[in-house]
């Protein structure tokens, strides 16, 4: 009989013309790492011989399992084929695999797992390795594909505004209120630290600079302009991308996971009017009221540090709106608009196109900000190119 | 009422009994994610007051099948069609009059989860009809008792068990009053008391509205108490197995998977 603390031991031979799969030790996942000896056959065991097996846990079953599938090339098992009408032999479970000679506990375990054959085509493609030249066509390949999805999105945006101003797009009004509350009001928080300090932040580098000159006062100008043009709109841009953009892209996300947007469609509503319109609408309005809000903000710090360091404050801000006329102070505001645009695509997209599941989800989320961010940037390069070719 | 099964090897003739054009005929359908073949040359019939059964192992494309039938997933080949009207032909965008008279639940009963159970039901009546305020109220409430959910009127999908979020699926897919009635595993997950009241409930719609009823299930009680018709996916032959009334073919299909499936594995001798 077995001793218990035997390795584990698979070791193969044969008998006349039929390859044997000695099976012997005791198996358990805390001890030794089982030994496979003697060369492997290309067909299955025709029997088994476990004269020397002490006790086992899974892993004896499922070493057992991947020589089998191994020596059969993945083809093992199957269920008794359907129009045998006897009953199955008994020897012969599994489509040429037989388990004779295992004890009965074992041997149960074995049938089960053979029990349906393993489905090769079912297997996902991913896990197969790839050259260096199959990865860059395929990369490739991919992003001409994202790019097409980018221009497809923003059409479809286009045909929903179009439905929408014919008065044919299918909403609630009730979300619309609640994504704007949603980036409008419950923005402003964060929105205001942030200018405020970029404020604080442009006024202290400036007036240090500007005091070697003896121009302090043109703090003022600094930082007026910068907000309004720049700062202020990018700004604004980078935080809602962060906020709502991952928001809109996990909410959608979510829902395609658990087929709401498939129950959408069926009801005849279009998921693009239903989910992205709301969306687009409610950024595109509330980015500009953001702006002017962050704008003001971002000169209210300034002025803070301004004050502080000996300008008085009236004085300060007669200075501010010397600088700023108005096409300047509506050039932020102008762009705001596009930034708003871009941020709701960029995350309804990422959440329309999301894998369903909840891994899925998280990645939606992570290339929407990611999206977001770098189009406000680009954007903001593009403008400023404008711009300065048409000199304003 | 009917002829015993059809397999597609020996006859492609729709069941007998449907000598008006079939509600919905499948000719020829194959259903694929990318290069993965999950049913090759699906063909049968769903006629009128048809209870219709998907039935077949787990994994086997039921729910497939039925996204296919409900215009979600394009075909890999083949078509269908809804009284006799080209479905797949129909190019998405034109396809609404059809998808007006579906009502779907899906197998994660997939209830808009920022919506109480009370608007998930009142959203396409609030979008399509010119009912007013009270009278969704009124209509709402009514579906939702009829499936046995009087009183969770304003909780949230998050807020209620899975089984009842099926039900509320089901409320919501009957909330149009449907001509077509599709179902996925609504079963499934309910106490053997709620599933009976289920069946009896999905009879009844279907002898008082005269529905059309395509439900995927493998609960055989509810298969043999409410199913006229049914198709088996065969997992092996990736194939249709049978077609036919699930008590006949319980007894003489010839696939004997089919009738292992509909014995519980136990094999009867076919006569
Ligand atoms: N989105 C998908 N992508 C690839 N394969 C899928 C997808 N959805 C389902 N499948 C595969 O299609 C087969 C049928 O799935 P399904 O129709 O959900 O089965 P069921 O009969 O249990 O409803 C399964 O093998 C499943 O792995
Ligand atoms: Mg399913």
């Known amino acids: 009989m077995s001793r218990s603390n035997d390795p584990p031991i698979l070791e193969w031979t044969r008998e006349g013309d039929c390859p044997v799969l000695v099976v012997s030790g005791t198996w358990n996942r805390t001890g030794p790492v089982c030994e496979i000896r003697g060369e492997a056959p290309d067909q299955p065991p025709a029997r088994y011989r476990c004269d020397d097996l002490g006790e086992f846990d899974s892993t004896l079953p499922a070493t057992m399992l991947a020589l089998i ?323 304003i | 009422m009917t002829r015993p099964s059809a397999t597609p090897d020996k ?45 077949g192992g787990s994994g086997c494309g039921k729910s497939t099948l039925l996204r296919h039938l409900i215009g979600l997933h394009e075909p890999a080949a083949g078509e269908v069609f809804f009284d006799g009207e080209n479905f797949t032909a129909t190019p998405p965008d034109r396809r609404e009059k059809f998808i007006r008279r579906f009502g779907v639940m899906y197998q994660s009963g997939a209830l808009w989860s920022s919506l109480t159970l009370a608007e998930n039901v009142g959203l396409p009546l609030e979008e399509f009809t010119t009912l007013n305020a009270r009278q969704r109220r009124e209509l709402v409430n009514y579906k939702l008792a009829l499936v046995g959910l009087s009183g969770y009127e304003d909780y949230y999908p998050s807020q209620v068990s899975g089984g009842m979020n099926k039900r509320a699926g089901i409320a919501r897919a009957m909330a149009m009053d449907p001509d077509i009635l599709f179902l996925d595993e609504p079963g499934a997950g309910l106490d053997p008391l709620s599933s009976r009241r289920l069946d009896d409930l999905i009879l009844r719609l279907r002898d008082s509205l005269g529905s059309t009823v395509v439900i995927v299930t493998h609960e055989l009680a509810s298969i043999f108490a409410i199913a006229t018709n049914a198709v088996f996916l065969d997992t092996d032959t990736r194939r249709q197995g049978a077609v036919g009334p699930p008590d006949e073919l319980r007894q003489r299909a010839d696939n004997p998977a089919v009738r292992l499936f509909l014995n519980r594995g136990e094999e009867v001798p076919s006569d």
């Open chain 1, 69 to 391: 599938r191994q020596t059969t090339g993945g083809a093992a098992a199957g269920r008794p084929k359907p129009e045998s009408k006897s009953k199955p032999d008994p020897d012969e479970d599994a489509a040429g695999v037989t388990l004779d000679g295992l004890p009965d506990d074992l041997r149960g375990l074995m049938e089960l797992a053979l029990g349906v054959a393993e489905r090769s085509d079912a297997k996902s493609p991913v896990a197969r390795r790839r050259s260096l030249g199959q990865f860059l066509g395929q990369t490739s390949q991919r992003v001409g594909a994202a790019l097409l999805g980018v221009i497809e999105f923003v059409g479809l945006s286009v045909q929903s505004l179009g439905r929408l101003l014919v008065g044919r797009a299918r909403f609630r009004r009730a979300d619309l209120w609640l994504t704007i509350q949603e980036c409008g009001v419950q923005a402003l928080p964060i929105v205001s630290l942030i200018s405020f300090l970029i404020g604080v932040i442009l006024a202290f580098v400036g007036g240090y600079q500007l005091a070697g000159f003896g121009a302090e006062i043109f703090v003022a100008d600094l930082v007026g302009i910068a907000m309004v043009r720049e700062m202020g709109v990018v700004m604004t841009g980078i935080i809602m991308s962060g906020r709502t953009g991952a928001a809109f892209a996990a909410h959608i996300g979510s829902m395609k996971a658990n087929e709401e947007i498939d129950a959408l469609r069926t009801f005849g509503l279009n998921p693009f009017d239903f989910l992205v319109l709301p969306r687009l609408l409610a950024l595109v309005l509330m980015m500009p009221l953001l702006t002017v809000y962050a704008n003001l903000v971002g000169i209210l710090g300034g002025m803070l540090v301004g004050v502080a360091s000996g300008i008085p404050a009236v004085l300060y801000w007669q200075q501010t709106l010397t600088a700023i006329d108005l096409t300047t102070a509506s050039l932020g505001v102008f762009k705001s608009v596009f930034f708003g645009a871009a941020i709701a695509i960029c995350g309804c997209m990422q959440g329309m196109k999301a894998a369903s599941s909840s891994a899925g989800v998280g990645q939606a989320t992570t290339r929407a900000v990611v999206a977001s961010i770098t189009m406000v940037i680009v954007l903001d390069s593009a403008f400023a190119a404008i711009f300065t070719v048409l000199d």
């Open chain 2, 11 to 55: 006859t492609k003739s729709r069941p007998a009994g449907t000598a008006a054009p079939a509600r919905i005929s499948v000719r020829g359908l194959t259903m694929a994610y990318g290069s993965f073949v999950v049913m090759k040359d699906l063909e049968f019939d769903i006629a009128e007051r048809d209870i219709f059964v998907i039935m």
